[in-house]
């Protein structure tokens, strides 16, 4: 059996033995597509299967391309990454002068996040601000909201997932270009390199081959919520693509011909704080960097209106694949790294194995929910370790929304009894993946993170 066959064999399982309706994906690998597929419905209500130019929403995919939109105003010296988010929107707060757009696009402008909710509301917590779904909101609506959100960090002093940021990169772009993020994109990237159905979503229009979305509640498929028409297509993630546009994207990463392989380099590279290391998750502009078996692993995932999908790269290895979901619990994440097993065995994924020391994993438990609530205990780490992590990635990691309680840790990997332990952690359809090693004195010499 060639690997074709084992993908459909292993993605039609998928769709069978969960409750995802469809899944669509694209496999890139050495500058040719080798896999381009649909499986399951694209809309449950007709029985519409998915096909590779299914159209699903790119939920915070769609980063990397509002990244993609600043890099050509970057080639064409329109912008600086070091200029001031000021420049752009000078009716932003007076807190807002340090931020770069450098800090936008690397999660480091020190934004919370949005509060997703269904009615107006003046709550919010821990550092989310209130944004009503069933409201419609513009431009200078969505920058008040920012202007609202509170500082996490000073900017380019800490790592703070939010959507905060890509919206007002968005604004930025449409500002000196003179157009929506997304109508640059179709006139730079989505038409020279061949992504035809690639546009900006939409409620109104009339979109062909369109996936619906839909969500799980109380163990039932239902379609899922409505949101207002401007939440649908802002920068932090509001696109419409294919498998087939996909596949286009990942062929131009790989051999550029409208960005420029430094731009497409940068993009990729993680962003350095200001005490010159990067974030716990080496997250560069648009991109998370992390590394499987010894192979880099550069990957961004994405969540919004019923659908969920997945695009990894693994450069050293020369594949990509592309993962895109119509239910927003679909596991794209794990299915994307099963995939890159299947067509290469040295990025096989990390699958839990026998535990043979239950009390050193019950031990590094509650190591990591002390982490978690923000009282990791100095004695138990390495100088080393304790000097890195205690500037500034014990902080991320708190405020990363990692939930220990109650969620076991699985064993997927052991050097010697205690040495260094790999494991993998249930989160929200995602797994992460937690590395661990301890020196001779049983120290917490090394640890890492990475989303799957």
Not at 56 to 71: D, L
Request: hydrophobic share 40%.
């Amino acid at each position: 059996m060639n690997f074709s066959e084992e993908l459909d064999r292993y993605l039609q399982s998928e769709v069978e033995n969960s409750q995802v309706p469809g899944l669509g994906v694209a496999v890139v690998h050495d500058g040719e597509i080798i896999h381009l597929a649909g499986y399951g419905l694209a809309n449950v209500e007709n029985q519409t299967p998915v096909t590779p130019d299914t159209v699903f929403h790119s939920g915070s995919t769609g980063k990397m391309f509002t990244s993609a939109s600043v890099m050509f105003l970057l080639q064409d010296g329109r912008i600086t990454l070091d200029d001031p988010l000021s420049r752009y929107i000078p009716e932003g707060p007076e807190s807002w002068a340090g931020i770069t757009i450098r800090n936008l696009l690397s999660m480091m402008a020190g934004f919370g996040n949005f509060d997703i909710v269904f009615a107006a509301t003046s709550g919010g917590e821990a550092g989310a601000v209130p944004l009503n779904l069933w409201q419609d909101h513009s431009d200078e609506q969505l920058i008040d909201l920012a202007r609202r959100s509170p500082f996490m960090y000073q900017p380019g002093q800490g790592y703070q997932y939010s959507n905060t940021g890509y919206i007002l990169a968005g604004l930025v772009v449409a500002r000196i270009s003179g157009k929506p993020y997304y109508e640059l994109l179709r006139e730079r990237l989505f038409g020279p390199v061949g992504m035809a159905t690639a546009r900006e979503a939409s409620w109104y229009d009339i979109v062909p081959n369109r996936a619906a979305g839909h969500c799980i509640r109380d163990g039932k498929l239902e379609n899922r919520y409505w949101a207002a028409p401007t939440l649908q297509r802002t920068g932090d993630g509001g696109l419409y693509f294919s498998p087939r546009d996909i596949a286009r994207w990942l062929l131009e990463l790989d051999n550029p011909t409208v960005l420029r392989p430094d731009t497409i380099a940068l993009m990729s590279e993680p962003v350095l704080m200001k005490n010159g290391q990067p974030s716990f998750n080496n997250y560069a502009l648009g991109w998370q960097n992390s590394v499987t078996r010894g192979h880099r692993k550069i990957r961004h995932g994405g969540t919004w209106d019923g659908f969920r999908a997945e695009i990894a790269r693994f450069p050293a290895r020369k594949l990509s694949v592309c993962v895109l979901a119509n239910t927003d619990e679909a596991q794209v994440a794990r299915i994307g790294q099963k995939i890159a097993g299947i067509v290469d065995p040295a990025l096989a994924p990390y699958e839990p194995i026998a535990d043979g020391n239950a009390t050193q994993t019950k031990r590094d438990h509650e190591l990591l929910q002390a982490i978690v609530d923000r009282r990791a205990p100095r004695e138990s780490f390495a100088e080393e370790a304790w000097r890195l992590w205690s500037n500034g990635w014990f902080e991320q990691i708190a405020s990363s929304g990692v939930a220990v309680t109650g969620v076991p840790l699985e064993l997927t990997q052991q050097e010697g009894d205690a040495a260094a332990r790999r494991y993998r952690l249930e989160m929200g359809g995602y797994h992460l993946h937690w590395t661990i090693s301890r020196d001779a004195e049983d120290r917490v010499s090394e640890m890492r993170f990475h989303m799957e």
